[in-house]
Structure formats: structure tokens, C-alpha cells
């Protein structure tokens, strides 16, 4: 695959979305650059006010400079709040305090850019109280870098918060609660032919039955059976320990994560909400080992909401609200690059 390559603020901001995978809001994006090359995205919620903390920007300079590589940051912020002509710039002490922090980690700032809902400008004007002319949002998806990152199938999401499995409750659930009384009757020999169909599935990259999806998601009732596929999922030979916090020098392999992403997505379309915990939960951990944050705090909340005694999800939302970023997220030779 050819690299990617920046020439404009459209092609930035695009690719802040496509990396991403969803639209921000809020929220203050750094793309790291080493070099000509483009590096991680960080994404953080913006402070409520403007009166930051050094914490703040000390945190997010920190996350940045976690890429030992990294040369130069981009920086957008994605907000709601008044910037266009006459109206004084938000985020002053954000935007200030962090240049200072990145300048004395040795980062130059290239560009800041501020992203409103239906145009974006350069933070700074000819006048410093002032951001810049501003360009419709239009202009990003005319920028060639979105064309060619769509043509290449990646896309946008309008937000990253997931679907919420309510939305199906007038599926059919009889092949689940089926299947559910099969293991019942046999769990042994039923839960080893549920997890040789999840490897099937996800190794030969099948389209699933619905009574194949009813059979793994049956299975994943199970927290044995879970846990052996939440342990194989990586494709590395290394301790669930170590796979589960995304603490291996040995990067996972992100396409068979991707394909049992797309497989946990389509179990929650024939899920009752008694039996989506499982998936939501396993769908917020990809989300977290991917360096998604947010949407992997999503995931756990709405888990909660249909199971709140639910173990992992219980203990994986407590280590998401502790600020804790997965291994794999932190190291450039591990981490997630969506396959666009």
C-alpha cells in the first residue's frame, strides 16, 4: 500500500476521521509525525472550560510523546463552541499550554486547527485573537486523501457510540434458546463444537448462519468458552494475561481482531438482551486494545446496562475510568492501523 500522504487542512482533517473511525466531538485530536510519516492518533475529550489545569496538557503532550518516533504533531480541535468572525477563540490556555509542553518534549507543532459543525480554520488568524477564514466541512469530503482513504473502503462513522441491541428486540430468539439447551444437556462436547465453529468462522472468514451465530453466542454465555476465544483472538502464543491487557512485545494480528470484531457485531443483531453482555463486552475490549478509548467506555456502559454484575465488563470499565491504555495502543510496531 502506497503511504499516506497530507498536502492540505482538508486531507488533515479527514484522515483524523478515518483513523479514527467515527467523527469527534469535543474533543482535542493529535496525529504524531515521524518524519514525513504519519504516526498515532490521540484523541481526548476537551477540557469543560478554559481555565485548564497543567495536568491537562501534561497528560496529553505525555500520551503524544509515548511515540518515541514522533517528530512533529498535528492538532484539531473538534468543538460546538463560537469561533467564527468576531467571536473570540476558544481554548486558548489548552492551545497555548500544549505547544509549550510538545516544544519542550522537542515536538513542533506543524498546525492547529479548529473543526465547528459546518466549517473548520486555522486556530490562528492574521489577528491573534482570532482564528482564521473559515472553509466549509464540504471541502474535506472534496479532499483527495478522503476519496482515495473511501475508495479504499474505509468510512466515517457520525459518532463512535455503539448500537444498541434494544434495537433488535423483535428478533427471533428460539435458535439461542435452543442452542442454549443443547449445552445444557452436554456442555463439554457442545462448548468445544462452539468454539471449533468460532474458529471456522472467523479463520475462513464464513458467512455465518443464524444458527451458527445462535450457536457461538450460546457459547459465549460461558465464561470459560470467552475467555478461550478472548485469549485466542490475538493469534499470539502468549498468556491470556498478557493478551487480555494487551502487554506483549509481539503484535497481535489486527485482521483476524477485525474479523472477530465484524462476528461479535452480527451476534448482537440476534441477541435478547439477556445474552449481549458477553459480545458488548468483548466488542469494548477490541475498542480498547485498538487504542478507542471512548468508544470501548461506550461499549462497557451499555454492557452494564443490560447486565451490571457482569464481572469483565465491571472490571475492564474500573481500568477504563483509571486512564489505563492498552500496551499494544502505546507502541508503534503493535498498534492498530484500520485496514483501509
Known amino acids: 500500500m502506497e503511504p499516506i500522504r497530507i498536502s492540505s487542512p482538508a486531507d488533515a482533517i479527514s484522515y483524523m476521521g478515518h483513523s479514527l473511525g467515527y467523527w469527534p466531538k469535543e474533543s482535542l485530536v493529535c496525529v504524531a509525525l515521524e518524519g514525513k510519516a504519519l504516526g498515532p492518533t490521540l484523541r481526548v475529550n476537551l477540557p469543560s472550560t478554559d481555565d485548564v489545569s497543567h495536568s491537562y496538557t501534561e497528560r496529553v503532550a505525555r500520551a503524544v510523546g509515548i511515540d518515541h518516533d514522533a517528530t ?5 480541535l473538534f468543538t460546538h463552541q463560537p469561533w467564527g468572525t468576531g467571536t473570540p477563540k476558544p481554548f486558548t490556555a489548552v492551545v497555548h499550554g500544549l505547544k509549550s509542553r510538545l516544544a519542550t518534549a522537542g515536538l513542533l507543532v506543524h498546525d492547529v486547527w479548529i473543526v465547528g459543525p459546518e466549517s473548520f480554520a486555522t486556530y490562528d488568524g492574521a489577528n491573534p485573537a482570532t482564528c482564521g477564514k473559515e472553509t466549509p466541512l464540504t471541502a474535506i469530503e472534496s479532499s483527495m486523501l478522503h476519496a ?11 459518532s463512535d457510540t455503539p448500537a444498541i441491541p434494544e434495537l433488535f428486540a423483535a428478533v427471533d430468539h428460539d435458535a439461542v434458546d435452543a442452542a442454549l439447551q443443547d449445552l445444557a444437556t452436554n456442555p463439554g462436547q457442545g462448548l468445544h463444537a462452539a468454539y471449533q465453529l468460532w474458529s471456522e468462522l472467523i479463520d475462513h472468514s464464513a458467512e455465518a448462519t443464524h444458527e451458527q451465530l445462535a450457536e457461538v453466542l450460546a457459547g459465549l454465555q460461558y465464561v470459560g468458552l470467552r475467555d478461550q476465544i478472548l485469549a485466542d483472538m490475538p493469534g499470539i502464543n502468549e498468556p491470556m494475561a498478557a493478551t487480555l491487557f494487551g502487554a506483549t512485545e509481539q ?14 457485531r452480527r451476534l448482537l443483531t440476534i441477541a435478547a438482551p439477556a445474552h449481549v453482555a458477553a459480545p458488548l463486552t468483548m466488542l469494548g475490549l477490541i475498542c480498547w486494545w485498538k487504542g478507542k478509548g ?7 456502559h451499555v454492557a452494564l446496562t443490560f447486565d451490571p454484575d457482569y464481572h469483565l465488563a465491571r472490571l475492564l470499565d474500573q481500568m477504563l475510568g483509571a486512564g489505563v491504555v492498552s500496551g499494544w495502543a502505546q507502541h508503534k510496531n503493535t498498534a492498530y492501523r484500520s485496514q483501509h
Not at 72 to 76: E, Q
Not at 148 to 158: C, K
Open 251 to 264: 503484535a497481535p494480528q489486527w485482521d483476524r481482531i477485525d474479523s472477530s470484531e465484524k462476528l461479535l
Open 148 to 158: 482515495e482513504l473511501v475508495y479504499q473502503g474505509s468510512h466515517i462513522e457520525s
Open 294 to 300: 471512548t468508544a470501548a467506555g461506550n461499549y462497557m
Open 72 to 76: 512533529a504533531v498535528l492538532i484539531a
